[in-house]
């Protein structure tokens, strides 16, 4: 190992968080350790239980507390030449539930998120249309509309991870996804607004969408997917949705890859055949061991992973009860059971649900455990409604090879050590 | 051809206009605004406009508004894309996918040129200048001569080297087959061994933003500069080469040229179109001395509200002090 590798070893963020965790586990197991010494925390008046807090206006929008300001998102920077047309990961090692607050939630842009006002906002329908139309921000709210809560996974998410375990963190190995619960109208009742007929046999037809940034990141959408459960949406976790994420007005393609989900969406184009963007041909498609690559590689297949304990969430209690707790998806349906090993896949437990797995959304599965402080591979293997199982990498790189980049749903292995630190490994 | 070709009640539902609800909302898309957006291009040519440019022409608009990123051969800049070679990697540990060696269709180039690029720039080349830079990027990857004369009626026929190596997604077939029913549960293998570690590895991001962990303030700018600081800056710098140039040669890209640009007042570089944010504050008086560019620099939507400038701006204050000196030491 090189000095500058050892280095950036002792300050590497598993190191670094490590530490800052242990010295407060230590005054934890410090205060349960003295049971007989009154703790001063209840005994003596603390300032806020004596003075005053901030008032009701003290922030008009609420940020979470300054004491949580380490759960942001993160980039890595030697992925992409810029920060314009790069990507940054949700800190879902740092979260629990399902939901994803959109201010941490992932990003993803090509030139860029830009500014647009609900004002200047058009969405356009053309092509083969009775009546191609243009309708206004106001325009989308007189329409009938849902609510649905949809998983948004990067088609590269773990794509660091084909060749040999790489980036010691859940958030960096995984977070290239989040789940919100969307307010939209279907775009099936928007082509049916603009009127289908013109477009004779729909079976074979295509809608190609494109957002309103520089990038005009366009890609070509089957007509069956269009019609069943695409939405046109423009509110996220009941508030507008972030600049980051396409305000006013970004597409939910439900269980297909991220890329697909344009943001400020602007024309939706009804098609006879797919344009085969840039963003459909030379990205985004999945290359094979013998030179050939996939092309069409929409749905996201089942996945999970534990987020704590993981390398940025490692265990600062010591031994004694112990949550192991993660979450899993599926872009072909609801999550139906997700399995736990502690041995590197030798023995698995079945994993609580928080609640039944929902088509294409994030499902919370815990295995509480009394953890005797040995060394533990931490492994999780989700399975859908459709009798899929998350494979190995092993299982998957026998049929890829190792440069897909994309669509990477291995299981993923987290080596928890008697000190409670854990790293990304790859195991036998 | 597809694999979704079942028709499913909606879709006959919504084929039959009698049933079809109309609530009225919206209006008709006029034919000049269709015109404006509708820009996309399929690989049989539909959606290309007239036009034509040749190889020599491409080189040069090539030169001009590309190779700052992709390079004079189109061989890429830093992490910038490459354009050109890659023939024949595909099968290799490491693929270089190129226009050459890994797309399908010329018209996608063609396409994602005339909508999506000079980055920071997009939508602003004629029609000539995509078919000669498009020409410009066969002849990089040996696929044409220097004679080479792309048009509107040439491009769709045009047959790219890879245009066989795709597949459409077969995980159904391949995968899914495999991987179902009752999985194992106990005793499933032998042994367990680590084979692969990312600490060994180490490219990590290491943790920013908590409070603890913020950035000593700025050191005082010298009055000498410090040739390491210098050298850093100019790596900083090309954080900005997608849109700056400076030094001798220095031409005007999506951002006016920068030498000299330490104690200038703003807005003065000849033939750039500053935006109207930039041109108010420059005729209040603004100079670009070092504390109003690291202020700029930091975050330049806070400290010019309308800027052009795309740059979300630089975090950290090592990286600002280097950029303010490296500025400073291109002054002529």
């Known amino acids: ?428 | 051809m597809l694999k979704f070709l079942k028709v499913t009640t909606t879709l006959a539902l919504l084929g039959t206009p009698a049933v079809a609800e109309n609530l009225g909302l919206g209006r008709v898309a006029l034919p000049e605004e269709i015109a404006a957006w509708d820009k996309d291009v399929s690989p049989d040519g539909t959606g290309l406009p007239p036009g034509s440019g040749d190889v020599l022409t491409g080189e040069e608009v090539f030169a001009d508004k590309c190779a700052s990123c992709h390079g004079d051969f189109a061989e890429g800049v830093d992490n910038w894309p490459k354009l050109a070679g890659g023939w024949d990697t595909l099968a290799d540990d490491d693929p270089l996918k190129t226009v050459g060696s890994y797309w399908p269709h010329l018209s996608t180039a063609w396409d994602y040129v005339n909508r999506s690029m000079p980055f920071g720039d997009a939508q602003s080349l004629e029609p000539d200048e995509v078919y000669a830079i498009v020409a410009y990027i066969l002849y990089s990857n040996d696929l044409v001569d220097d004679e080479f004369v792309l048009s509107d009626e040439t491009l769709a026929e045009f047959e790219l080297p890879n245009a066989d190596g795709f597949i459409v997604d077969d995980r159904l077939e391949t995968e899914h087959s495999k991987w179902v029913g009752e999985p194992c549960m106990t005793d499933c293998k032998d042994a367990v061994e680590v084979t692969m570690r990312a600490m060994v590895l180490d490219v990590t991001p290491q943790e920013e933003g908590a409070p603890e962990e913020a950035q000593a303030a700025p050191a005082e700018q010298e009055a000498a500069l410090d040739p390491a600081l210098v050298e850093a800056g100019e790596k900083v710098f090309k954080k900005c080469k997608a849109c700056h140039q400076i030094g001798d040669g220095a031409k005007n890209r999506s951002g006016p040229v920068l030498t000299g640009i330490v104690g200038s007042p703003a807005g003065r570089v000849e033939g750039f179109k500053y935006s109207k944010a930039l041109t108010e504050m420059a005729e209040n008086g603004l100079v670009w001395d070092a504390d109003n560019l690291h202020a700029f620099l930091a975050k330049p939507k806070t400290f010019m509200k309308g800027t052009k400038m795309s740059f979300s701006g630089l975090k950290k204050e090592d990286d600002l002090a280097a950029i303010t000196a490296y500025l400073k030491s291109v002054a002529n």
Request: charged share 25%.
């Open chain 1, 1 to 428: 190992m090189s000095k500058k590798t050892e280095e950036m070893m002792s300050k590497g963020p598993s190191r670094r968080s490590f530490l800052r965790g242990a010295a407060a586990g230590t005054a934890f197991v410090a205060g349960a350790a003295k049971a007989g010494t009154p703790d001063p925390l209840i005994t003596e008046v603390q300032p806020w239980a004596s003075g005053l807090g901030d008032g009701v206006d003290a922030t008009p929008y609420g940020l979470p507390i300054e004491y949580e300001a380490d759960v942001i998102r993160r980039n890595v920077e030697w992925l992409t030449a810029d920060t314009i047309s790069s990507i940054n990961f949700t800190p879902i090692h740092a979260l629990d539930g399902t939901i994803t607050p959109q201010g941490c939630a992932f990003e993803r842009h090509h030139s860029g998120a830009i500014d647009l006002r609900k004002e200047d906002y058009r969405l356009m329908i053309n092509g083969l249309v009775d009546r191609p139309l243009v309708f206004t921000y106001a325009d989308l709210e007189r329409f009938p509309r849902e609510n649905h809560v949809y998983f948004c996974e990067c088609a590269a998410n773990t794509g660091m991870e084909w060749a040999g375990a790489q980036l010691n963190g859940a958030q960096f190995t995984h977070g290239m996804i989040h789940n919100m619960e969307y307010t939209g109208v279907p775009l099936r009742t928007i082509l049916q607004e603009a009127g289908l007929a013109a477009a004779g046999d729909l079976s074979d037809k295509w809608v190609f969408v494109e957002g309103a940034d520089a990038s005009s990141n366009g890609r070509s959408i089957p007509m069956e997917k269009a019609l069943d459960d695409v939405l046109v949406a423009f509110k996220a976790n009941g508030e507008a949705l972030r600049k980051e994420h396409g305000y006013p007005v970004r597409l939910v393609v439900p269980g297909w890859e991220g890329n697909m989900w344009v943001k400020w969406i602007r024309r939706i184009e009804v098609m006879d055949g797919p344009v085969e963007s840039r963003e459909e041909t030379s990205k985004y498609t999945d290359t094979l061991a013998d030179g050939t690559s996939r092309k069409w590689t929409w749905e996201m297949d089942a996945k999970s992973v534990v987020t704590s304990p993981s390398p940025q969430a490692p265990i600062t209690h010591g031994k004694g009860p112990l949550v192991i707790t993660g979450l899993a998806w599926s872009g072909r349906g609801a999550i139906t059971r997700v399995d736990v090993s502690t041995d590197g896949g030798k023995n698995w437990q079945t994993a609580r649900l928080a609640k039944p797995g929902e088509k294409m959304a994030l499902t919370r599965f815990y295995l509480d455990i009394d953890w005797g402080g040995e060394e533990m591979f931490l492994q999780s293997r989700a399975m859908d409604e459709t009798g899929y199982v998350q494979p190995t990498k092993a299982q998957l790189r026998e049929v890829r090879g190792l440069n897909s980049i994309y669509h990477n749903n291995c299981i993923q292995t987290w080596w928890v050590r008697p000190s409670g630190e854990a790293e990304n490994v790859e195991v036998s």
